[in-house]
Structure formats: C-alpha cells, structure tokens
C-alpha cells in the first residue's frame, strides 16, 4: 500500500518552526512517509488580490502547519480552501485554530496517519471587489475582513446592505466581517461576540462605531453582504483580508462577501473541547487574574 504524502508549511523567518520541520521530514523519512515542505511569510501585509500559490499540491492527503493561527490562516488561503485536512501545531501565542502543542506533535502525526483525529468543516468568505462594473479582485478567507481608512484617526462611512435590503450605515474606524472562526481573533478584539466555531452564522462588527447605537449584528451565513463606501469617504479605504493581505478600494467600488462553497477542514484530537479552549486562552475564572495583571 502506497504512503500518503504529506505537505509540512511552517513560518517564514522562525527558527524554532524551521527545526520542527526539518525533524519531521526527517521522521516521515525514516518511516517510507513522502513529505514536501514550505516555509511561508505571515507577518508582512501583501497589497495584491493574485491568487496565493503554494509549491505544496493540493493532492497531498494531509497538511501540517507549524507555527501560530496566522501561519495557519496564509496556509488555509493557499492550499487549504482545497480540501486539504490540516493539522495545526501551535508554536506561536494564543493559538485559537493550532489546537496541537508541540509536544503532541508526533502522537497527533499518528493518529492522523492513523485516521483517528476528527474532521471539523470551518467556514471560509468569498469576497469580490467590483469596479466599474468589473471584477478586480477576488479572495477567499477562513478569518475575517476588514475594511477602514488607511489614514490615522478619520471616520469612515460604510453603507451596508444585506441579500439586497439596507441595513444601516456604519460610521466608524471601519468594520469587520468575521467568521465563526474568526469571532476570536480581531472582532473579539473590538467587542463583537465569540460564535462557536462550527456555527452557521456571521458578524458584522463596527470598530469604534462613531453612533453608539451602531453595535455589531449577527447574520446567517446564506446572507449576501454588499458594502460600498459612503459620498463623504473621499479618502484612501483599504480592505484586509485575515489580516495579511490587503487591496485598497475607491468610492464607487462595491465590496459583495458571501459564504464560500469551499470549507477548510481542522483536525482535531478526539478530546478537543472548544469551551476549554476559550477558558484557557482569554483566562475565565483564573484566580487573581486582575491582581496580576495590574503589575
């Protein structure tokens, strides 16, 4: 019976990732385990809406990612809106979607040749920009997107609809159009709610809305979302995709954000508790945690 090959992406400039890497090619060597390995940037904004290409095909039957949620998320755009189950080994802070600690990367390497990890399908974002009536970009995220002003301290206006029916107009520093995944990352951040991560639903989250009745909104995930910027917003506006890849939009552009067909598939241990997750990450009922963090 022929090995599955595995694809390894680890994080650009990381010395720690770039060891773990080399030490499991070298173990999926010493087993008969073909592995093909990509070091990928995270940390530096690309202005671009190219397609992201990975030298790992999108034929392998398992991804490994060792690094941090980011490095996860840039590896999801690439090659995991393919179907490509992904194993996150966390070697970086919070590590909300790298669910593995680096000292359960092996037994987790065997239980997913052994197919004993579960499958967790996680929403991904299409987004297209059209100008002029034009398509000029389109892009998948498993995170968020973000649109603001690339000025410092302005007000934006966003007029949003929803399956083509007004919603409102955000004044603020921008918005945020989060996935459930995404929920604990930059719109936990500006005070929109955690969703449980495999929930069928979205959220809208104005960041320092300038109307305080302005307050983020949760939408199914089957909703149409179309975001233009408003008369007064002659200046430069930028879109952010995960956080790592950005374009920048005109007055006139209409921003259209609905589900994508594709899912990005996580494994994840069969003790996996997302609650515990959440406990241990953002310290819920940590004892004298406001004593020490006052010091």
Request: proline share 5%; glycine share 8%.
């Amino acid at each position: 019976m022929k090995s599955p090959r595995i694809g390894i992406i680890y994080k650009h400039k990381h010395k720690p990732a770039r060891i773990e890497a080399g030490k499991l090619v070298k173990w999926m060597q010493d087993r008969g385990i073909e592995s093909i390995s990509e070091e990928i940037k995270v940390q530096e904004a690309i202005y671009s809406c190219q397609e992201e290409k990975s030298r790992i095909p999108k034929t392998v039957k398992f991804l490994v990612v060792l690094g941090g949620d980011g490095t996860l998320l840039g590896a999801a755009r690439r090659i995991g809106h393919h179907g490509v189950p992904i194993l996150g080994v966390n070697l970086g802070g919070l590590g909300f979607i790298t669910v593995i600690p680096l000292k359960r990367l092996y037994p987790a390497i065997e239980m997913m040749l052994a197919s004993q990890l579960k499958t967790e399908k996680r929403v991904m974002l299409e987004t297209r920009v059209i100008r002029e009536g034009q398509e000029v970009c389109r892009t998948q995220v498993l995170n968020d997107i973000v649109i603001n002003k690339q000025a410092l301290a302005r007000i934006i206006d966003l007029d949003v609809t929803i399956n083509n029916e007004v919603l409102t107009t955000f004044r603020s520093d921008g918005l945020i159009i989060s996935t459930p995944t995404g929920s604990t990352a930059y719109n936990l951040s500006a005070g929109g709610p955690i969703l449980y991560p495999t929930l069928e639903a979205l959220t809208l989250t104005p960041i320092c809305p300038f109307t305080l009745t302005n307050r983020p909104i949760i939408v199914p995930d089957t909703a149409l979302i179309q975001i233009m910027t408003g008369k007064d917003s002659d200046e430069s506006v930028i879109i952010t995709f995960d956080g790592q890849v950005g374009f920048d939009l005109y007055y006139g552009d209409r921003v259209l954000i609905r589900k994508s067909e594709q899912k990005v598939k996580l494994l994840i241990p069969p003790d996996h508790n997302y609650f515990n997750i959440l406990k241990s990450k953002l310290m819920w009922g940590a004892k004298n945690y406001n004593r020490h963090a006052d010091h």
